[in-house]
């Protein structure tokens, strides 16, 4: 792996195979009595965060804790940076407290990139999702629970996603997870369509390597899984659609829409849900359903990074495994 994770983009297909089964011997560590590893004992992770988060932000601090890291959480609110401090003296200030991996999410794209690339510190930065760009954690957890859910745990490692169908549904426009889905999916081998109305596709979509429909009831039959994103309100400052009834009735997935997936295939969803118009109550509390999963199984994946980042680059627990090597 390099030596930060800033994009689903910059990871190689044995990258990936090595991180997700990584994160499989890390998902044993939560079925212990002691839920933790000395691994990385001594080592500081911050957590940057200068947009407002639970899932992730408390996903990275359980799974740094389960290493016996020490954290140190840092918010926007309430900090130097709400007076106008700037990102490269915050930077240099985390520096001097000799943090070893930062992991950051910012509302500006590119962030991360330039805390990792400026020389302000010397540790490993992770994005926790940056503006509209990328969520490469995320994007990792779903392919973790992807592969769990459609093939099992121990099934071919690495080459279960190849040829599946995976679906992703809605605000793709404002969507860093979408974009980060699409990289890595497709690096793992699986096909990517992107369903959303005219509005809400990105500019250049053409040239990422997934297919687009608009037509999200001619797709659902021949998907092994299907990804519901939020409609990010807060980040439109136009009409993109009618009203949000609309929406729901073109692009909504209900229970009469799930009906015409295959039986095996699964619902997912990077939360927080808007209930009743990217996915019904119904839907979201279906057995087909992996939003909670997702959540636990971000743990598994956060350790598996924050390991091999700054642990090392062999697995954590020693044996023999593929490499998803063809």
Same mark, same amino acid.
């Given at each position: 792996?390099k030596?930060?994770?800033i994009?689903?983009a910059?990871?190689?297909?044995?990258?990936a195979?090595?991180?997700l089964?990584? $994160?499989?011997?890390?998902a044993?560590?939560?079925?212990r009595?002691?839920?933790?590893?000395?691994t990385?004992?001594?080592?500081?992770?911050?957590n940057l965060?200068?947009?407002?988060?639970?899932? *992730?932000?408390?996903?990275?601090?359980?799974?740094?804790?389960?290493?016996?890291?020490?954290?140190?959480?840092?918010?926007a609110?309430?900090?130097?940076?709400s007076?106008?401090?700037?990102?490269?003296?915050t930077?240099l200030?985390l520096?001097?407290m000799g943090a070893?991996?930062?992991?950051?999410?910012?509302?500006?794209?590119?962030?991360?990139?330039?805390?990792?690339n400026s020389?302000?510190?010397?540790?490993a930065?992770?994005?926790a999702?940056?503006? *509209?760009?990328?969520?490469?954690?995320?994007?990792?957890l779903d392919?973790f629970?992807?592969?769990?859910?459609?093939?099992?745990?121990? $099934?071919?490692?690495?080459?279960?996603?190849?040829?599946r169908?995976i679906t992703?549904?809605?605000?793709v426009?404002?969507s860093?997870? $979408?974009?980060?889905n699409?990289?890595?999916?497709?690096?793992?081998?699986?096909?990517?369509?992107?369903?959303?109305?005219p509005?809400?596709?990105?500019i250049?979509?053409e040239?990422?390597?997934?297919?687009?429909?608009?037509?999200?009831?001619a797709?659902?039959p021949?998907?092994?899984?299907?990804?519901?994103?939020?409609?990010?309100?807060?980040?439109?400052?136009?009409a993109?659609?009618?009203?949000?009834?609309?929406y729901?009735?073109?692009?909504?997935?209900?229970?009469?829409?799930?009906a015409?997936?295959?039986?095996?295939a699964i619902?997912?969803h990077p939360?927080?849900?808007?209930?009743?118009?990217?996915i019904?109550a119904?839907?979201a509390?279906?057995?087909?359903c992996?939003?909670?999963?997702?959540?636990?199984n971000?743990?598994s994946?956060?350790m598996?990074?924050?390991y091999?980042?700054?642990?090392?680059?062999?697995?954590?627990?020693?044996?023999?495994?593929?490499t998803?090597?063809?």
């Amino acid at each position: 792996m390099k030596r930060h994770l800033i994009s689903a983009a910059d990871l190689s297909r044995d990258d990936a195979v090595l991180i997700l089964d990584t $994160a499989e011997e890390m998902a044993r560590v939560a079925d212990r009595p002691i839920k933790k590893l000395p691994t990385l004992r001594g080592r500081t992770v911050v957590n940057l965060f200068f947009e407002d988060s639970t899932r *992730t932000r408390i996903s990275f601090e359980a799974a740094a804790k389960r290493l016996s890291a020490d954290v140190i959480n840092f918010s926007a609110k309430g900090s130097s940076v709400s007076k106008g401090e700037s990102l490269k003296d915050t930077a240099l200030t985390l520096e001097a407290m000799g943090a070893d991996a930062v992991v950051i999410r910012h509302h500006d794209s590119g962030a991360p990139y330039r805390l990792a690339n400026s020389g302000w510190i010397e540790g490993a930065v992770v994005n926790a999702g940056d503006g *509209t760009h990328e969520h490469p954690t995320q994007a990792l957890l779903d392919a973790f629970t992807m592969r769990r859910r459609l093939v099992g745990p121990d $099934a071919g490692l690495g080459r279960d996603l190849d040829g599946r169908r995976i679906t992703i549904v809605g605000d793709v426009l404002h969507s860093r997870v $979408a974009r980060s889905n699409v990289h890595l999916l497709t690096t793992l081998g699986a096909q990517v369509t992107l369903v959303a109305p005219p509005t809400l596709v990105p500019i250049g979509v053409e040239h990422w390597p997934c297919e687009v429909s608009y037509d999200l009831d001619a797709v659902l039959p021949k998907s092994d899984a299907v990804m519901m994103l939020r409609v990010q309100r807060e980040r439109m400052n136009a009409a993109f659609f009618p009203t949000e009834r609309e929406y729901a009735r073109r692009y909504g997935l209900d229970s009469e829409r799930m009906a015409r997936m295959p039986e095996h295939a699964i619902v997912m969803h990077p939360g927080p849900m808007n209930r009743g118009m990217e996915i019904t109550a119904e839907v979201a509390d279906s057995p087909r359903c992996t939003a909670v999963e997702q959540v636990a199984n971000g743990v598994s994946i956060r350790m598996a990074v924050l390991y091999l980042l700054l642990g090392g680059a062999e697995p954590a627990v020693a044996g023999n495994r593929t490499t998803g090597e063809q």
